[in-house]
């Protein structure tokens, strides 16, 4: 039996808000889900974060809907669990029960598998790292069951481990509970694949479908997951996606027309206009010059940034950029608002609501955070 394990789907994410890249997005999932029937899958797993938003766009909500279609039609069952940017903040019903609710996929429970081929599948949505130990209880429920079904099991969580990072995680591995055969998990936007000696199977993470806003430019391949269930030990293989080009190139500011002149031979060669970034080296840089020049790019660059190495303006904006943007925005946090559970609150809560321009959302969380007294003995 094959699984198609597809995770961090972001559906409506829009980069550098083009138009482009939101429709980049939708095509390759369709990619992802023709890709998986043409291998035979009898299974797809969507790990959470389906949406970008809690309240999608119409196009969003109707390139999932067909696919969920065009897969049931095939009499191939969807499961799937919800992560962060698919559960609302406001003691919403998250949008992606509709498509339980009309039978077209099967959002996962921990207290009752779904069944397929001889292969009960569980899974949790995602809880924050408040409310773990919730979590924590569901999956032990989880394994019960789980242990008065014949042939293999599955869980599927959007978390993530602090086995990977210490600053996005809410779990141990040890806190995974062992009587599973292959743990199908969303959350991490980078491919991960391990074996942990105290689980009873592969542990994977696709990793995202395309770059999503917390990436930015990067020279990298994405994809999903197709795991074999038939043998003794779940066997995965990673499919690669076919995404529009990202590119990153340095050039000389003294020579700047002839190095625009090779980024232009460069995006030719790609089937769609690419992304590129742009770091330029030397000193006394006259960024009226090097916009001048990059105006070239216009009619073979979706988009471009540029940056540069040297000089007065890097030194002063760029030389201190820190190498691990996650642990510099906590310690940042901490460090202003004077507590380590402010600093995760303004972080985990309500950044990734800003970024999104919420700002409904972010009134209301931080009025809920309020009434409830929840930092009352934090440091003012």
Known sequence: MLISHISDLHLGHAQFNLEEREEDVYQIF???IDVSMKEGVRLVILA???????????KAIITLGNALKKLKEKQIPTAFVLGEHDISRLRDVPFAHIYSNLGLARKLRHDEP???????????????RSNIDSLIEKM????QVAKQQSG????????????FNKFAGELNSTDLPAGFNYYAMGHYHDHIEKRFSHLGG??????????????????????????????????????????????????????????????IEQAKGFEKK??????????????????????????????????????????TVFDSKPTD???????????????????????GEILPLAADRDARSVLEIVWQAYKANKFGSSKK
């Open 30 to 32: 369709q990619e992802a």
């Open 48 to 58: 959470g974060d389906l949406f970008h938003n809690p309240r999608p766009c119409g």
């Open 114 to 128: 779904l069944v397929v081929d001889n292969c009960a599948v569980f899974g949790a949505d995602k809880e924050r």
């Open 140 to 143: 032990r429920h989880a394994e």
């Open 152 to 163: 293999k099991k599955v869980l599927v969580l959007h978390q993530g481990l602090y086995d």
């Open 202 to 263: 592969p542990l994977a993470y696709p990793g995202s479908i395309d770059l999503t806003p917390s990436e930015g430019i990067k020279e990298i391949e994405k994809g999903f997951v197709i795991t074999d269930m038939s043998g003794e030990e779940p066997s995965t293989q990673w499919v690669r996606l076919s995404r529009r080009q990202q590119f990153c190139t340095k050039i000389n500011y003294r020579d700047i027309a002839s190095e625009v002149g090779k980024i």
């Open 274 to 315: 690419p992304v590129a970034r742009i770091e330029v080296a030397g000193s006394d840089i006259d960024s009226k010059v090097i916009a001048e020049n990059l105006k070239r790019l216009n009619d073979y660059c979706l988009h471009y940034v540029w940056q540069p190495l040297e000089g007065h303006l890097a030194a």
């Open 325 to 347: 943007i996650d642990s510099e925005l906590y310690r940042l946090s901490t460090e202003v608002l004077g507590s380590d559970e402010l600093g995760k609150f303004a972080v």
